[in-house]
């Protein structure tokens, strides 16, 4: 066969396998080309997302990044957008802005108290002083405030080594946590009994204190109706993902004081294998 016969076969080969390709690409939905680049519809949603957000409009931007899921669900970028929808959710949870279906409006009654109210709404007393840019706990009759009214579950996969916090049917963040080694964690649903703020860690034969590096319980502890296991912070962050807990599960301290914030005592928690 004529060489250059050859070569121009093997050219148009390579053209039909690239133009196939791209096509390919094209029709999967996925936003990102050679380049990173994002298409235009999706470049243009983001920008809308993003001036809601800038404008504390978190259920607004929320909503984009759900479209942009269901608009394109081969992106790569679809598990940051999904990261994305579980910050705005705790934005919106966590800003002085009102969320139908989530937060009621609370005109504060003589002898109320932050303690009083977060006890009526079974909510926490560190939520509503987010919200409400409380720096203190002094409020005054008359005054109306933001406060949450969400009925909080907590579900924990051990097999995955997350932690679902979830209103209703709704999952409204995923946290990436440690489980119990050798399937150390208790299987079954139980009920945060206890809260604390910088626990001290009641070793066998010894007490150690928060601000000591070797207290593994991090910033916060959640102890559940089970004793001797909750839901703890960590000193060792890089563990997060694994089952190399002692039965409790860890979280990385940011992720555990916010959590901390949220769900009251009382707060049912599920744990599956």
Same mark, same amino acid.
């Given at each position: 066969? =004529?060489?250059?016969? %050859?070569?121009?076969? &093997? %050219?148009?080969?390579?053209?039909?396998?690239?133009?196939?390709?791209?096509?390919?690409?094209?029709?999967?939905?996925?936003?990102?080309?050679?380049?990173?680049?994002?298409?235009? +519809?999706?470049?243009?949603? #983001?920008?809308?997302?993003?001036?809601?957000? *800038?404008?504390?409009?978190?259920? +607004?931007?929320?909503?984009?990044?759900?479209?942009?899921?269901?608009?394109f669900p081969s992106s790569r970028d679809l598990?940051?957008? +999904? @990261?994305?929808?579980? &910050?705005?959710? %705790?934005?919106?949870?966590?800003?002085?802005?009102?969320?139908?279906?989530?937060?009621?409006?609370?005109?504060?009654?003589?002898?109320? &108290?932050?303690?009083?109210? *977060?006890?009526?709404?079974?909510?926490?007393?560190?939520?509503?002083?987010?919200?409400? =840019?409380?720096?203190?706990?002094?409020?005054?009759?008359?005054?109306k405030i933001k406060v949450v009214n969400m009925?909080?579950?907590?579900?924990?996969?051990?097999? +995955?080594?997350?932690?679902?916090?979830?209103?209703?049917?709704?999952?409204?963040? $995923?946290?990436?946590?440690? !489980?119990?080694?050798?399937?150390?964690?208790?299987?079954?649903?139980?009920?945060? $009994?206890?809260?604390?703020?910088?626990? $001290?860690?009641?070793?066998?034969?010894?007490? #150690?204190?928060?601000d000591s590096p070797e207290n593994i319980l991090?910033? @916060?502890? /959640?102890?559940?109706?089970?004793?001797?296991?909750? #839901?703890?912070? !960590?000193?060792?962050?890089?563990?997060?993902?694994?089952?190399?807990?002692?039965?409790?599960?860890? /979280?990385?301290?940011?992720? %555990?004081?916010?959590?901390? /914030?949220?769900?009251?005592?009382?707060?049912?928690?599920?744990?599956?294998?």
């Open positions: 066969m =004529n060489k250059k016969l %050859v070569i121009s076969i &093997s %050219v148009v080969i390579i053209l039909i396998i690239a133009i196939i390709f791209l096509l390919a690409r094209k029709g999967s939905g996925t936003t990102l080309g050679f380049r990173g680049r994002i298409s235009p +519809q999706a470049a243009s949603l #983001i920008a809308q997302a993003n001036g809601f957000e *800038a404008d504390k409009d978190f259920v +607004q931007a929320k909503l984009i990044y759900q479209k942009l899921i269901a608009d598990a940051g957008w +999904q @990261r994305k929808i579980d &910050s705005l959710n %705790v934005g919106a949870i966590a800003s002085p802005n009102q969320v139908e279906g989530w937060s009621v409006a609370y005109e504060i009654k003589p002898g109320d &108290s932050l303690f009083k109210i *977060a006890k009526k709404f079974n909510t926490t007393v560190e939520l509503i002083r987010k919200c409400n =840019n409380f720096a203190s706990d002094r409020i005054v009759p008359g005054q009925p909080f579950k907590i579900f924990v996969d051990k097999s +995955q080594n997350i932690l679902l916090l979830k209103s209703n049917d709704e999952v409204i963040k $995923t946290y990436i946590v440690s !489980t119990g080694k050798n399937n150390s964690s208790p299987v079954g649903t139980f009920k945060i $009994t206890t809260k604390l703020e910088n626990p $001290t860690w009641f070793k066998a034969g010894a007490v #150690i204190p928060a991090g910033s @916060r502890w /959640m102890g559940f109706d089970l004793a001797g296991y909750g #839901i703890h912070g !960590t000193t060792e962050p890089n563990n997060l993902g694994k089952q190399v807990t002692q039965g409790c599960v860890r /979280m990385a301290n940011s992720d %555990v004081e916010e959590l901390y /914030m949220i769900v009251p005592a009382g707060t049912e928690v599920t744990i599956v294998d």
